[in-house]
Nanobody, 120 residues
Framework: QVQLVESGGGSVQAGGSLRLSCKASGYLYSRVCMGWFRQAPGKQREGVARILIVGDSPYYADSVKGRFTISRDNATVYLQMNSLSPEDTGMYYC???????????????WGRGTQVTVSS
């Protein structure tokens, strides 16, 4: 089993930046990838970005390409978010899994989330 703890959320104005962190513990190498997902009130959880545990190979949702960067340093995964807009508001979750697209069903381990709020 893998435990994930997110941090770094907060409130920013549109155009601002935040950096999220996700620290993993447990047998991480039993998984293939880690990802960031977000969920706005009343909406489904959606994949934002993912990175392979071996080899990185970052992959992004179209909505965040060019603005967000996912990176990894050993057992910690980061999400650098720039040029934030109110549409980026939501709870951001870190996940680990073995099917490495941006669908939630590919991920078996989830953190509790960190809130990101972007005001206009």
């Amino acid at each position: 089993q893998v435990q994930l703890v997110e941090s770094g959320g907060g409130s920013v104005q549109a155009g601002g930046s935040l950096r999220l962190s996700c620290k993993a513990s447990g047998y991480l190498y039993s998984r293939v990838c880690m990802g960031w997902f977000r969920q706005a009130p009343g909406k489904q959880r959606e994949g934002v970005a993912r990175i392979l545990i071996v080899g990185d190979s970052p992959y992004y949702a179209d909505s965040v390409k060019g603005r967000f960067t996912i990176s990894r340093d050993n057992a910690t995964v980061y999400l650098q978010m720039n040029s934030l807009s109110p549409e980026d508001t939501g709870m951001y979750y870190c996940a680990a899994g073995r099917l490495c697209g941006l669908g939630v069903t590919g991920y078996s381990d989830w953190g509790r989330g960190t809130q990101v709020t972007v005001s206009s």
